[in-house]
T-cell receptor, first 113, second 112 residues
């Protein structure tokens, strides 16, 4: 069965600092990997996705993520965070031909001035 | 505008009173799904549908029903709601074989 672990429940970062959110997955074959963001009171918005090919993927809002098969990881990064990045971030894993997504428990990001 | 809509957005009800939460998408997506979000548990899939008249259980289907009679609609039915179904519910849709799901705004349900 597929699973996702986000080890950090809550992260606080200063505005302008760099960010890395961790995601580890468990899946038997090549996974589809996703990062979603949920702003307070909102639904989830897709930030980026990895299906195959280049292991460094670019997303919206200046985010990127790197797929590392050897570490079963898909960490999300941003070089310089903005106050508007404060939100909850979810990593998810899926499979080709099967639309089922399994989500991690989320990481809440707080930005301090 | 391409979107997934849910109604109602907020609902307070009592134990045992049947309710339906509607979900509609205007993107002609094949795949639709329902999730519930609870603190510390992330999103858990309730039911999903690969296409019209094709539905299947997710991880937490007990106490819920769904139907997919039209491609655009995927209602979630709680025949006899209980307090443990108090949660935030999201509907999502995606084109087949992309995995990139589009989420609705959520329905906050409270069962007293």
């Amino acid at each position: 069965a597929q699973s996702v672990t986000q080890p950090d429940i809550h992260i606080t970062v200063s505005e302008g600092a760099s960010l890395e959110l961790r995601c580890n997955y468990s899946y038997g074959a090549t996974p589809y990997l996703f990062w979603y963001v949920q702003s307070p009171g909102q639904g989830l918005q897709l930030l980026l996705k990895y299906f195959s090919g280049d292991t460094l993927v670019q997303g919206i809002k200046g985010f990127e993520a790197e797929f590392k098969r050897s570490q079963s990881s898909f960490n999300l990064r941003k070089p310089s965070v903005h106050w508007s990045d404060a939100a909850e971030y979810f990593c998810a894993v899926g499979a080709q031909g099967n639309e089922k997504l399994t989500f991690g428990t989320g990481t809440r990001l707080t930005i301090i001035p | 505008e391409a979107q997934v809509t849910q109604n109602p957005r907020y609902l307070i009800t009592v134990t045992g009173k049947k309710l339906t939460v509607t979900c509609s998408q205007n993107m002609n997506h094949e795949y639709m799904s329902w999730y519930r979000q609870d603190p510390g548990l992330g999103l858990r899939q309730i039911y999903y549908s690969m296409n019209v008249e094709v539905t299947d259980k997710g991880d937490v289907p007990e106490g819920y029903k769904v139907s997919r009679k039209e491609k655009r609609n995927f209602p979630l039915i709680l025949e006899s709601p209980s307090p443990n179904q108090t949660s935030l519910y999201f509907c999502a849709s995606s084109p087949f074989n992309t995995g990139a799901q589009y989420f609705g705004p959520g329905t906050r349900l409270t069962v007293l």
